[in-house]
């Protein structure tokens, strides 16, 4: 094959307990699927779970991800960054209009993530009408831990998710909260889209979002799946 240009290396994740890697196909995220977050941001029809899921994306390379502390370089345009502790589901087998008892087969994996956001821009878009990418998929906004298999992990239904700031605990939930299970929602998500290998889905954040600095250090976890530790610089 002869390319323009030498094409980008597959953004990928490390896998707990294998020297293989995860390659990353596409970043769907699920938006306000805990109710106190959805109140917490003035959408009480999402939060009194009238509402379908709904998505977003963001780009395969925003991920940030590796070893120890990671660094995020804090994004340009916005003074109200915003970080949002998610457990993320990653795919390992495809399709379209999965039945919500076949969806947990897809699953290769789950890991700790931030939807990371610039929430000034958001709001502006809110507003508009106009769509969020700028707000959810710019640089670096995707921090991901690495991903435990299921065959370690199960499929976590329930468990603390939490994040702290510079040790002052900002986000503590429960998965069990989760108004959308993860297999409804990869099957609604495959309604919409023809999912496959590599897909991660970025599941959704509990209550108690919030402003980050330059110089923070960020630490997160999710019972069962891992920890992170990353760094706003
Ligand atoms: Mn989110």
């Known amino acids: 094959m002869k390319y323009t240009f030498e094409p980008p290396a597959i953004p990928s994740v490390a896998v707990v307990g294998s ?17 106190d977050h959805a109140r917490e941001m003035g959408a009480a029809d999402q939060a009194d779970g009238r509402e379908p899921p709904f998505f977003f994306m963001k780009p395969a390379d925003a991920i940030v991800t590796g070893d120890g502390e990671l660094e995020v370089a804090y994004p340009p345009l916005t003074k109200n960054l915003h970080h949002e502790i998610e457990m993320v589901v990653a795919l390992g087998g495809g399709g379209a209009n999965v039945a919500v008892g076949d969806a947990l087969g897809l699953v290769f994996g789950y890991a700790v993530g931030l939807d990371l956001t610039r929430r000034d821009i ?3 878009a809110k507003e508009k009408g106009h769509p969020w990418d700028m707000g959810k998929g710019f640089d670096q906004s995707a921090v991901l831990g690495p991903i435990r298999p299921v065959g370690s992990a199960g ?40 999912l496959a290998p590599g897909d991660l889905i970025y599941s959704g954040t509990p209550a108690g979002v919030g402003p980050l600095q330059r110089g923070d250090v960020l630490t997160a976890g999710i019972e069962g799946v891992g920890e992170l530790r990353a760094r706003i610089v």
């Open 122 to 124: 958001q709001g502006r």
């Open 155 to 194: 499929h976590p239904g329930q468990g603390r998710i939490w994040l702290g700031i510079n040790g002052e605990l900002r986000q503590d939930g429960d998965l069990s909260a989760m108004m959308w299970k993860v297999a409804d929602i990869i099957a609604n998500l495959s309604t919409s889209v023809r």
């Open 19 to 35: 020297d293989a890697r995860f390659p990353v196909r596409r970043i769907f995220c699920v938006g306000r699927n805990y109710a």
